[in-house]
């Protein structure tokens, strides 16, 4: 069904409510009202959260509509659809923001597509129940991509839509020029990306207690970093390696080999001995009354705490581009306490650590980094934005500058150096700001100031991602198994 509205106002219904929404989605887009007017018209969240989002939905969105659903993940029930077909009519929407947890994002987009709507949705695209365990399932997460795709390719033969995903490193300035600078060698030289590596920590500190009962980026559902903040790391090292693509040299497939650390592996590196001689035998007690052996019972069939893998893009058979993708839960922190914040994702002495490596052959490599020294819940201050502040997002370029054309062989430039001409505010995070731009141009594609294949990050530039992600989870399933190949393959780059 297709909701004839006229789309000279972007009219905006948020699906799901939680700290994402609620730190990015709603501030920007209330930031864009002096261009556009009021967009948000309604918030949908589950039955579950109803006093909370009341809550706090009278503060920080008076007048909004509020809407409930029961929880569901694989089909929506009949009387959830007909209310929000009759909502999405009731409220002229043209748009909508999907920010739930991702096992429902596949749902929320095909009712969205089915009604013609531009979307945005938050990585991943989709997960599985059980994506660590069960190789349908970890398949399931490439299929869910086609189907939507499928989906939003149809719509588009009649209807022009935009569908972003919400994988905001692509806005980043810093970013940006890095891919400038690889097409520059390419031009150049006629030499492509040879080598990327990605790595990402967010210095979360959960203890064995909290990563059994968390709710949010959870564990016990069979799947973890990967699906968290994992899959903006898989999808820089693809854009990486896509920045410096010559057709005639294109690699054919990639061969993708996993390795994750469960919380069984990290509860045996980390005892219960271990945390009572740092906390105190009788404190730590108080919050876990499991012994080690029920503790690793407990866990059994979560996700991962940490992961990496090993890339190898092919041409007819032979590597071309190697790369490597490190992505953790477990590193540098400053939690310090037996009692977590509110909030255990952002908060509570979570520290985040990012980096990448491109080499262009003989003739560039490229080192970008992130690493602050400081919770990232903390205030930024002006000017202060080498390492170890929160605003440090640093790019390190080194060149062959007698075959390059370049004038040396060191440029060193700071995301601190490009924010001044994109009007960013030096007391908040770049980082986060570079989420706006991503925001805005979703709105713009409602306005029809930009066509799908202006945005940045439409669906349908998402298959390599999607289909890596899909590839560590089944790696990692047969790598487990009794004589299992770790390797898997996928096709196309």
Partial sequence: MISIIPETKPNIMIIGTGPHAQKTYVPHLQLLEARYGPMIQVLVDIEEKRDSVTEWAAKKCPGVHLHFVPMFTDLMPSRARAELDEIAVRFHINGIIIATEPLSHQVYAL???????????????????????????????ADDYQEILAAYQKLQKHKTTGFVVSSHRRFNPLIIRAHQYIREIVERTGCPVTSVSASYCDGTFRLPIEVIQQDYHTYKQGYGKVS???????????????????????????????????????FKMM???????????????????????????????????????????????????????????????????????????????????????????????????????????????????????????????????????????????????????????????????????????????????????????????????????????????????????????????
């Fill in 228 to 266: 968290h903040s994992g899959y903006h790391i898989i999808d820089m090292l693809c854009e990486f390696a896509k920045a410096g693509l010559v057709q005639s040299k294109r690699p054919d497939e990639v061969e993708v080999i996993s390795s994750f650390i469960l919380p069984r592996g990290f």
């Fill in 111 to 141: 009712w969205g597509l089915d009604h013609g709507f531009h979307i945005m949705m938050d990585k991943p695209i989709t997960t599985r129940v059980h994506a660590g365990t069960s190789v349908s399932e970890a398949k399931g997460i």
């Fill in 271 to 493: 005892t219960q001995s271990d945390y009572q001689k740092i906390f105190g035998a009788e404190e730590y007690s108080k919050t876990c009354n499991f012994d080690e052996q029920g503790l690793l019972q407990r866990v059994v069939g979560y996700g991962e705490l940490d992961a990496t893998a090993q890339l190898t893009f092919r041409k007819e058979g032979d590597p071309v581009i190697l790369a490597q993708i490190s992505m953790s839960s477990n590193g540098y922190g400053l939690r310090s306490s037996l009692i977590p914040s509110k909030d255990q994702y952002k908060g509570s002495g979570r520290v985040k650590h990012e980096s990448y490596e491109i080499k262009c052959g003989p003739f560039q490599s490229i080192y970008i980094e992130s690493r602050s020294v400081k919770d990232s819940d903390e205030p930024c201050l002006p000017g202060d934005f080498q390492i170890g502040a929160n605003n440090h997002f640093e790019m390190k370029v080194f060149r062959n500058f007698e075959l390059t054309g370049h004038s040396g062989a060191l440029e060193v430039l700071h995301l601190a150096d490009l924010a001044e001409t994109e009007g960013y505010d030096h007391t908040k995070l770049y980082t986060e700001q570079a989420k706006g731009k991503m925001i805005l141009e979703f709105v713009q594609s409602i306005k029809g100031e930009l066509l799908p294949s202006e945005l940045t990050s439409n669906i349908d530039d998402h298959r390599l991602p999607v289909e890596i992600m899909s590839a560590m989870y089944l790696s990692h399933i047969n790598h487990q198994a009794s004589n299992g190949s770790p390797i898997v393959k996928v096709q196309g780059v």
